[in-house]
């Protein structure tokens, strides 16, 4: 029933929002105080800070006291009222403190905290934050009584059906609750404290189960509010995928990037291959040219070879093949290895022009 219990809390919370329309000082009628269908929470016509005073005769109030830590309905910078201090209680309406009520006299549904605790309350107590009762005290059918019905003797039991909505829809989740000591329940047909039931036992109510969890499928399960425990493999499972996601991650920024890196280094060597051929075109333009003009001047005696190498001499070359070339740029040492064909291409590109 761990569904019907959690949306049994968000009903409560929904229905929190549910009160009277009229403000403080309005006049309001008592008698359509009421607990809400399917809830159970108090409703009076009063908004939620105030309530529908008897002793004012139909007036609308402002709460005298408070339950919740953070109170419903008040807006920054409103006052609202204390909680009450040990030994009591503050009721559903809001209305006053009052101490805790004697054993055997009425209190509201569901508030175990109205009445008083036994002598043996710390005995009695239910530590286990299941809600069976408070300090040992419980308010069943509206009568305050202490839990304190030992195995096998008598008890009583009060059934509420609450609506609840699951995803089928409505239903109704009958809460049971007894005045058996911690550890036994009253069962219903026999109202006789039985013994609590283990995990797996076979139950028909949530009451009967010492997990207060009893399965559609009849059977006890383990406390709803436990908390779930993974196996050891679920951990290495998501260790393992948290590496395979981060190297993956890695690898793939190291693939892209060298990639890049690759397209970039094409790139420059292309624009270092296009730069050089420019430059030899130029030194070709400019040695044509000088061996046009010692042509005119010497007007043809002599072999053409001869002038040009004569004339022609390494050193006046300022970056012919050996030594300045070298010199020129960091990018030729870098793509050295690479452009060892290109060379040999440019080299017989200039003999061809050459001869
Ligand atoms: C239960 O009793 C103890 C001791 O008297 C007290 O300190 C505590 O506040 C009580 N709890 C409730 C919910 O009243
Ligand atoms: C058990 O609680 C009831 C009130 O619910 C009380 O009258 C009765 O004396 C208690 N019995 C024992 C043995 O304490």
């Keep these: 029933m761990r569904v019907a219990a959690s949306t049994l809390a968000l009903i409560a919370l929904l229905h929190g929002a549910s009160a009277g329309t009229l403000p403080r000082g309005a006049a309001c009628s008592v008698g359509n105080s009421r607990l809400q269908v399917g809830t159970y929470q108090y409703w009076d016509e009063c908004n ?50 009052q101490p805790v009520l004697l054993v055997g006299s009425p209190c509201q549904l569901n508030r175990d905290d109205q009445c008083e605790p036994a ?38 039991v009060e059934n509420t059906p609450y609506i609840a909505y699951g995803i089928e829809g409505e239903f109704i989740n009958i809460v049971s609750r007894g005045n058996c000591r911690v550890g036994s329940y009253c069962d219903g047909p026999t109202r006789k404290c039985l013994t609590n039931k283990e995990v797996g036992d076979v139950c028909d109510a949530d ?18 509010a436990s908390p779930r425990e993974f196996g050891t493999w679920v951990y290495v499972l998501v260790a393992i995928g948290i590496i395979a996601a981060m190297s993956g991650t890695v690898t793939g920024l190291y693939i892209t990037h060298r990639k890049q890196r690759d397209e970039d280094r094409e ?9 050089n051929a420019f430059h ?42 050996s030594s300045s070339a070298h010199k020129s740029s960091g990018l030729r040492n870098h793509v050295g290895d690479d452009g060892s064909d290109f060379e040999d291409s440019v080299s017989q590109r200039k003999n061809n022009n050459r001869f």
């Design 207 to 224: 009451k009967e189960c010492d997990s207060m969890n009893c399965l559609t499928e009849g059977v006890c399960g383990d406390p709803a």
């Design 48 to 97: 939620s800070v105030s309530f529908c005073s008897i002793a004012d005769a139909g007036i609308c109030v402002a709460k005298r006291c408070r339950r919740d830590e953070f109170p419903f309905g008040y807006t920054p910078g409103m006052t609202f009222p204390d909680k009450c201090p040990q030994g009591q209680f503050c009721p559903d309406e809001g209305s006053d403190c």
């Design 119 to 156: 002598p043996n309350a710390a005995e009695l107590a239910d530590t286990s934050g299941r809600g069976l009762n408070v300090n040992g005290s419980v308010c069943l059918n509206n009568v305050c009584m202490w839990a304190n019905e030992t195995l096998g003797s008598d008890c009583v």
């Design 267 to 275: 790139k420059r060597l292309q624009y270092w291959r296009e730069q």
């Design 280 to 321: 030899q075109n130029l030194l070709h333009m400019r040695e044509a040219a000088r061996a046009s003009i010692l042509s005119l001047n010497q007007n043809g005696d002599s072999p053409r070879s001869t002038i040009y190498y004569g004339r022609d001499t390494p050193a006046e070359e300022p970056l012919s093949h």
